[in-house]
């Protein structure tokens, strides 16, 4: 398939294990950020999503937890599993209407 | 449900000739958006639209760049001429609001030689 990006930082976990992907975001003001999963070949996939009013959110296998005072998001995908291989964006951005900032992707490898 | 389509997924051109993207999105999405993806980068937005109407336009080089969504449906960004440095993956994305989830398609990958 298809590359999202060639020198992206790359995690490598083994399978069954727990993946954290961080990112650090660049606008204070903003008070919306998602997790994109991003497969070869295809288009950012929404994970979950978080409110700079929470400090943490929990979906199905995934947490995003969020730091404000040092502006840094992070990923958690516990049980890490194959199909959970592809690039992963943090993106930004404030509810009242302004464009959606992605980061710089993380490439996650999970080792069978 | 189909998820917002986009065509061709991909594109080879030489430098200076033009080319055109088209994208439906998912029906009832009224909020439609392009953008362009370099290698190793997260999208950057180009053009969002609120039906027919761009309502942010700041990052599409109008030079070379346009855009329409004449019935506030589908829309087409068309390059013209094109640059070796458009080489890119142009991804459409839409939501219900302009300040709802976002579906992608999966993008056209342009190569420019």
């Known amino acids: 398939g298809e590359s ?3 020198h992206l930082p790359t995690l490598s976990v083994q399978e069954g294990d727990n993946s954290i992907i961080n990112c650090a975001y660049s606008n204070s003001a903003s008070d919306y950020f998602i997790w ?6 295809k288009g950012p996939q929404f994970i979950i999503d978080i409110r700079s009013n929470m400090d943490k959110r929990q979906g ?8 404000k005072t040092v502006k840094h998001l992070s990923l958690q995908i516990a049980a890490t599993q194959p199909g959970d291989s592809a690039v992963y964006f943090c993106a930004e951005n404030m509810m009242g209407n302004t464009p ?8 996650l490898s999970v080792i069978a | 449900e189909a998820g917002v389509v986009q065509s061709p997924r991909y594109k080879i051109i030489e430098k200076k000739q033009p080319v055109a993207f088209w994208c439906n999105p998912i029906s009832g999405h009224n909020t439609l958006y392009w953008y362009r993806q370099n290698l190793g980068q997260g999208p950057e937005l180009l053009i969002r639209y609120e039906n027919e109407e761009a309502v942010d336009d700041s990052q599409l080089p109008k030079d070379r760049f346009s855009a329409e969504r004449l ?16 080489s890119a993956v142009y991804l459409c994305a ?3 609001a302009s300040v ?5 398609g999966p993008g056209t990958r342009l190569t420019v030689l």
């Open chain 2, 100 to 104: 709802g989830e976002q579906f992608f």
């Open chain 1, 60 to 67: 199905q296998r995934v947490t995003v937890l969020l730091n």
């Open chain 1, 100 to 107: 959606l900032v992605f980061g710089k992707g993380t490439r």
């Open chain 2, 94 to 96: 839409s939501s219900l």
């Open chain 2, 71 to 86: 019935k506030g449906v589908d829309s087409t960004l068309k390059i013209q001429p094109a640059e070796l440095g458009d």
């Open chain 1, 36 to 41: 994109y999963k991003q497969e070869s070949g």
């Open chain 1, 4 to 6: 999202v990006g060639l």
